[in-house]
């Protein structure tokens, strides 16, 4: 069973709000709550280390900071070249989602690469540089249309 203080709502409460703008947001937040940065770190190891936090990352609102063509690359890559391939895929730094998927009838793609770039034409030669890498030539590129709304479970937040 895993115990939950006031004073760890408080501090889920700020996790899951965007993170304070300046170089020491942990400082920060530890300054809100009354306690240190160390504290206020080693709790959120110990949510991670206990599953009660599964991941702690960012979500990056491409269009806000300027990557206004998103593409899904899609690739047919033969399992026996699964986990090579993939890693080759994620050294690139265009790619910010690099996964392996099952394939399903009629769809003979296995790994997935979300590519940012300002153009199409940017996420269409990072494709082609992954292809010329990789020796992978059957792929497709998927362009998103709209930036859908991105939230995140919410908890402990006061009733209204």
């Given at each position: 069973?895993?115990?939950?203080?006031e004073?760890?709502?408080?501090?889920?409460?700020?996790?899951q709000?965007?993170l304070?703008?300046?170089?020491?947001?942990?400082?920060a937040?530890?300054?809100?709550?009354?306690?240190?940065?160390?504290?206020?770190?080693?709790?959120?190891?110990?949510?991670?280390?206990?599953?009660?936090?599964?991941?702690?990352?960012?979500?990056?609102?491409h269009?806000?900071?300027?990557?206004?063509?998103?593409?899904?690359?899609?690739w047919?890559?033969?399992?026996?070249?699964?986990?090579?391939?993939?890693?080759?895929?994620?050294?690139f730094?265009d790619v910010?989602?690099?996964?392996?998927?099952?394939?399903?009838?009629?769809?003979?793609?296995?790994?997935?690469?979300?590519l940012?770039?300002?153009?199409?034409e940017?996420?269409?030669?990072?494709a082609?540089?992954?292809?010329?890498?990789?020796?992978?030539t059957?792929?497709r590129?998927?362009?998103?249309?709209?930036?859908?709304?991105?939230?995140?479970?919410?908890?402990?937040?006061?009733?209204?």
């Amino acid at each position: 069973m895993i115990m939950i203080t006031e004073l760890d709502k408080k501090l889920i409460r700020f996790l899951q709000d965007d993170l304070p703008i300046t170089s020491r947001p942990f400082t920060a937040i530890a300054q809100e709550l009354d306690i240190t940065e160390e504290e206020v770190l080693a709790r959120i190891e110990k949510y991670l280390e206990e599953g009660s936090m599964r991941r702690f990352g960012v979500a990056l609102r491409h269009r806000e900071v300027g990557f206004t063509a998103n593409g899904m690359g899609c690739w047919d890559v033969p399992e026996e070249r699964a986990e090579e391939v993939g890693k080759i895929m994620a050294t690139f730094p265009d790619v910010s989602h690099c996964y392996q998927r099952p394939r399903f009838e009629g769809w003979p793609y296995s790994h997935f690469t979300m590519l940012h770039g300002q153009t199409r034409e940017d996420c269409e030669a990072v494709a082609k540089r992954i292809s010329e890498a990789t020796g992978i030539t059957n792929y497709r590129l998927l362009f998103s249309t709209a930036e859908l709304k991105k939230t995140s479970m919410r908890y402990f937040m006061e009733e209204k």
